[in-house]
């Protein structure tokens, strides 16, 4: 991402990325890359796919356990030890025990999973150690989306986010925050108080656009909705300004505070991410909640896709070469999954797929970009519900069996987190032209009239003496992992 970095970031990366190979040539290691959206289900993901890797669950399209290549997977410590580690066992405690779904991601961690396995040819089997580590690198969504910022300045940023904030609901989501604006003189003298409250107005505007009413995507600077260690520090302490004049500003005005602050954000927070981890990633996973988004209306799907767009440009999806391999690194796959399709019927499972692939190429023909190395599919970390068919007035009707969260509601009805239940979820558009053509009509219809969506429980994992070591079910994980990891696995 040349745009992105300077001579100086580029040399960092590259001595990064000499240090990573060199340890790999002794342990072959590959670092994958685990973000999504809000509430898309990144913990869940891990989770799933580890204890499904150590466990022996059933995946039979990751070709390496089909086939019975892999001898053994197991835990190691991670190679960054100043990073968080992925608390593992504590998400499937969750899961599995309690049927709670574990807390969200709001920090970056990491876990350490080792394959033995047999290659799948001969000459492997004679010069390979028959040995993979994957680094899973679990990260917020939201980081993700903060990258661009290392490309605007802060003018760029708030005429961006501003135009923004000024359509559809945003409008009126940003009402108090642009009254505060509207009572600030960016050439005033700074003052600590108009700063604060200017940031103050500004994140209460983001969080309402997070909401799990709006559900909307873009909302850079990620880290004022999980500010961590960070919060009241002047770095957080920020917020665009309007109708900046032409010129430099003027010293000691709040132009130049909130100017300066913009940037220390950019160089403490953003840049460090992108050098640090996101720079080092071989493979990467983004998951999104499509599902939410359809149910939400036009215009968070709308911004869904603008949030894919500004991700994919990110990444620089193409193999790598000999000597690019040391030096810098391209995430040479990439995928994009559609989460919790458990919550459809399997009959509306290629609906979703085709749903998500078109906003994928949507995105992906807007920055001008190629799609190659992308892969995109719908999955369910974690299964929570089976299938069915009821009926009712003489038709069939295909339904999904489960046991929503406590406080769900679907046609007047309080679930309480204890009754399964039968749900007809409704189904997606057959052919996703008619639903983005009902999108750019504006249409004030519904989106899928017929879609009940809730949010369920996690399935009943009874085991033996209270073990955890069972299989979890799920939907296409196996799928993700074989694109992810089965070539490193030949």
């Not at 399997?346 to 023909?365: Q, W």
């Not at 033996?464 to 992992?481: K, N, S, T, V, Y």
């Amino acid at each position: 991402m040349p745009t992105l970095t300077n001579l100086a970031d580029d040399a960092l990366i590259a001595l990064d990325n000499l240090g990573d190979r060199a340890a790999s040539l002794v342990n072959p290691t590959i670092r994958l890359g685990v973000t999504g959206l809000s509430r898309a289900g990144k913990t869940v993901f891990i989770s799933s796919l580890v204890h499904n890797l150590l466990n022996g669950g059933r995946l039979p399209l990751f070709e390496p356990m089909r086939s019975g290549r892999i001898s053994r997977v197991r835990l190691e410590p991670q190679p960054d030890d100043a990073v968080p580690r992925f608390q593992y066992e504590d998400h499937v405690r969750a899961l599995v025990g309690e049927r709670v779904w574990p807390d969200s991601t709001r920090a970056i961690s990491q876990l350490r999973i080792t394959l033995d396995y047999e290659s799948a040819s001969g000459w492997g089997r004679l010069w390979s150690p028959g040995r993979l580590s994957v680094d899973v690198i679990d990260y917020p969504g939201e980081w993700l989306l903060d990258l661009p910022l290392l490309a605007q300045d802060f003018r760029t940023f708030s005429e961006t986010t501003i135009a923004l904030a000024q359509t559809g609901i945003r409008r009126v989501l940003s009402a108090e925050w642009f009254s505060a604006m509207a009572l600030s003189d960016a050439r005033a003298p700074a003052d600590e108080a108009d700063a604060r409250r200017l940031a103050q107005a500004f994140t209460a505007y983001l969080k309402a656009c997070k909401s799990d009413e709006r559900s909307l995507s873009t909302l850079p600077p990620g880290r004022f909705l999980m500010p961590g260690d960070l919060e009241g520090s002047p770095a957080l302490t920020f917020a665009p300004l309007p109708k900046l004049p032409e010129g430099r500003a003027p010293k000691g005005s709040l132009w130049a505070m909130m100017e300066r602050r913009y940037e220390a954000y950019k160089a403490h927070v953003v840049k460090p991410f992108f050098r640090e981890h996101f720079a080092r990633l071989d493979r990467q996973i983004v998951l999104i909640d499509a599902l939410q988004a359809v149910n939400r209306g036009a215009e968070a799907v709308q911004d869904l896709e603008r949030a894919l767009g500004d991700v994919m440009a990110c990444f620089r999806p193409g193999a790598n070469g000999f000597l690019s391999s040391f030096l810098t690194r391209r995430i040479d796959r990439v995928v994009v999954a559609a989460t919790k399709a458990d919550h459809l019927h399997h009959e509306s499972h290629p609906h979703l797929e085709a749903l998500t692939r078109r906003l994928v190429d949507r995105a992906i023909n807007r920055i001008g970009l190629s799609g190659a190395g992308v892969e995109v599919m719908a999955l369910a970390s974690v299964r929570a519900t089976r299938e069915a068919t009821v009926k009712q007035d003489g038709t069939t009707l295909p339904v999904i069996v489960g046991t929503p969260i406590a406080g769900e509601c679907i046609d007047g009805e309080t679930f309480d987190g204890k009754r399964k239940t039968a749900i007809f979820p409704g189904d997606l558009p057959e052919n996703p032209d008619s639903f983005f053509q009902a999108i750019e009509s504006n249409s004030e219809e519904p989106l899928a009239p017929t879609l009940n969506f809730v949010r369920f429980r996690p399935p009943e994992m009874e085991a033996p003496g209270g073990e955890l070591r069972l299989a979890i079910p799920h939907i296409r994980l196996d799928r993700a992992m074989q694109y992810l990891i089965g070539d490193r696995l030949a």
